[in-house]
């Protein structure tokens, strides 16, 4: 018997490998097996090669519990070793004299086991004991077996085996006890191994016999050795394509479409990727992506391979190519890995855009659930929105899709203002914004629907990519302000009836949370509303980027910012202002005579102090300059009062002021509740 010690730099390698893998310790079982499936993949080129001349036979990789021994054993029928070979693969870890181990690499656990050819050793994460028998393939070969209970220690000494191949044996760890339960084992073949080139059995078939499932002499094979990707794409029909998706995703709705890669220069690259159905939420598509690595599943966590945008398709990637250290989780910064993403960003827009020209009409049915990809992309990617822009759509609240080149064409001659900026009108939601679409469509304008989880974005880049253009949604203001043709008509109202017209309503405007109403006049002719709401563009396209953008959270704090347009030129508007005008007039007389003189004294005070040097002016100028302010402020409020006064009991108004609300959704409860037996007594 030979013993000695593993050729390491540190005595404590098995606990460092504990400790810092620990998170990832289920990696051993791949690692295992995936060091089976190579010492037969071994010997298969031997044997095509003609430097192995006997039978190959069955080459199936076993793995086994024993949970009275409490052992997990995984065997092979590969190449084996010899002493010698044991003694280089085995024993002697290629640490290069690296004496600052420990400290180097404290904090980063992925890169232990990755840059020293450590996989055998993430056995030991989970066992206190490691056993290999193994036999070489080459003729007359002595069956050796190696030992290690966990420390530098180890013994080899000559035994028994029939066959070639080699043997691991697991004595599982007391505080890994989960890795001798056949379910834990099961679940991470299928995780794991599930697509491996050589067949792996885990235990026996079973049947139903006697009301019960009995094992029966089958192996229980858990993998398909040529999983689709593997195959050419012309042998393939769309069934197939369609029956591995359901392999892959068994609780997901059919695919859109997919993309067959293969391409062996200048990476190796196979995969099938498929466009799921995403509708409205990106979050819940993540890691849907497997990348493997010669059939060897790696991770679905695949943000380093392929872009952002990507990781919300579905399918397989495998690449020899892709640098992994050996724990196989983690990516390497590399430049092969920048050249597959763009190698795939540059398949999947060919894809769509072959899909866009062969069959227009397939793809707009396909567009709702495609849009948010597309949308993704180009936001983060410029080189996809390059590529997108030809086949990116844009819905009108009719239905009917447009390319981007196309619907500029549509709208030119309509919707160009005076100063030669074409308007873009969109609505979030054709129910709640109706009335303000319908006055568009009046207009003869077309009105887009951007209903989209990430249109809000979307619209502030085509902005800066569309010249002379500018977005705003149709109800941000009366449709005659929303494209301006002409200078705005003059206001049919005087400053002072305008301002008492105001007023009115602005006094008997409701509190509604979280909300803040201008009130305005204008003149929109008499066929128009007589009350709009309207919502600021930019203060309402700024709360919702602050839901996507870090550092505008001060905007989602702000309360939403309305303006109550009253129509000057309309009958019932018109109506309360002569109600109005009536019912104050006399009150307001000698406080609108003393507000005049008030504020011509202003102007006179200021004028005088205008001329002197702000130390030249007395306390007694200063104080006279003050109180006048400060009279002019209580005939306001006092104006204000009489006005409201007048107002509350005015039931058009209300009326007026809850249609209004009540077109934007902005009318419940009890104010609701309030309106209706209004309206009754109104009809009545």
Request: negative net charge.
């Amino acid at each position: 018997m030979q013993k000695g010690n593993i050729g390491v730099t540190t005595e404590n390698i098995f606990p460092v490998i504990k400790k810092f893998l620990y998170s990832d310790h289920e990696i051993f079982l791949r690692e295992m097996v995936s060091n089976a499936i190579d010492a037969t993949q071994k010997l298969k080129t031997l044997k095509e090669k003609g430097d192995f001349t006997d039978e190959l036979g069955d080459l199936t990789v076993h793995v086994s519990l024993d949970t009275d021994k409490g052992t997990l054993t995984i065997s092979d029928r590969g190449i084996g070793m010899t002493e010698s070979e044991i003694d280089k693969y085995i024993n002697q870890i290629a640490f290069s004299g690296v004496t600052d181990f420990l400290d180097k690499y404290k904090d980063t656990a992925n890169a232990i086991i990755g840059h020293f050819g450590l996989g055998f050793y993430s056995a030991f994460m989970v066992s206190k004991k490691v056993e290999i028998i193994t036999r070489s393939y080459k003729l007359d070969a002595q069956a050796v077996k190696w030992s290690c209970d966990g420390s530098p220690e180890f013994t080899i000494e000559e035994t028994e085996k029939e066959g070639r191949g080699s043997d691991i044996i697991l004595y599982i760890d007391d505080d890994c006890k989960e890795f001798l339960q056949k379910a834990t084992i099961e679940s991470l073949l299928q995780k794991y191994c599930k697509f491996l080139p050589v067949p792996v059995a885990f235990g026996k078939k079973t049947e139903w016999k006697d009301g019960k499932q009995v094992d029966t002499d089958e192996d229980n094979i858990i993998n398909n050795v040529e999983p689709l990707w593997t195959k050419t794409p012309s042998t393939l029909k769309d069934e197939d394509y369609q029956s591995f998706y359901r392999t892959l995703y068994p609780m997901q709705d059919e695919p859109l479409f997919w993309i067959h890669l293969n391409v062996d220069y200048p990476f190796n690259l196979t995969g099938i990727l498929y466009f799921p159905r995403i509708k409205q939420n990106i979050d819940i598509q993540r890691n849907k992506i497997q990348l493997y690595c010669n059939q060897v599943f790696v991770t679905d966590q695949v943000e380093g391979i392929v872009p952002e945008f990507l990781t919300l398709l579905h399918g397989v990637i495998d690449s020899p190519d892709i640098p992994l250290n050996v724990s196989r989780s983690y990516l390497q910064s590399d430049r092969d890995v920048k050249k597959i993403s763009t190698y795939i960003t540059k398949k999947v827009a060919d894809r769509l855009s072959s899909l866009f020209k062969e069959n227009r009409k397939d793809y707009e049915e396909k567009w709702d659930d495609l849009k948010l990809f597309i949308h993704y992309g180009m936001l983060s990617q410029e080189d996809f929105y390059d590529r997108a822009k030809d086949f990116a759509l844009v819905k009108d609240t009719e239905g009917k899709y447009f390319t981007y080149d196309e619907y500029r064409t549509l709208i030119s001659s309509q919707q160009t203002d005076k100063d030669g900026n074409l308007i873009y009108l969109y609505a979030n939601d054709r129910e709640a914004e109706y009335s303000f679409i319908e006055e568009a469509k009046k207009k003869g304008y077309s009105v887009m629907m951007m209903d989209g989880q990430l249109d809000t974005p979307l619209v502030g880049m085509l902005e800066q990519k569309f010249e002379k253009s500018r977005f705003t949604r149709v109800d941000a203001d009366i449709i005659d302000r929303l494209i301006v043709k002409e200078d705005a008509p003059k206001n049919t109202l005087g400053k002072d009836e305008s301002d008492n017209l105001a007023e009115t309503f602005k006094s008997q405007m409701p509190k509604v949370e979280k909300a803040e109403f201008y009130v305005e006049v204008q003149s929109l002719g008499a066929e128009a509303q007589p009350v709009v709401i309207t919502q600021s563009e930019y203060m309402r396209r700024m709360k919702d980027m602050s839901r996507y953008q870090q550092g505008m959270g001060f905007y989602a704090q702000m309360p939403d910012a309305y303006n109550l347009v009253l129509n000057s030129d309309h009958p019932l508007v018109r109506k309360v202002l002569d109600q109005q005008t009536e019912k104050t007039a006399e009150t307001l007389k000698p406080i609108l005579a003393e507000i005049k003189g008030q504020e011509a004294r202003l102007t006179i005070l200021r004028q005088e102090q205008d001329k002197k040097k702000p130390e030249e002016v007395t306390q007694e100028e200063k104080d006279d300059l003050s109180n006048t302010q400060k009279t002019i402020s209580e005939q306001q409020q006092k104006k204000q009062q009489v006005i409201a006064d007048a107002a509350k009991d005015n039931p058009v108004v209300h009326q007026l002021i809850d249609l209004a609300l009540l077109q934007n959704g902005m009318l419940r409860g009890a104010a609701l509740d309030k309106f209706l037996r209004r309206s009754v007594e109104l009809i009545g």
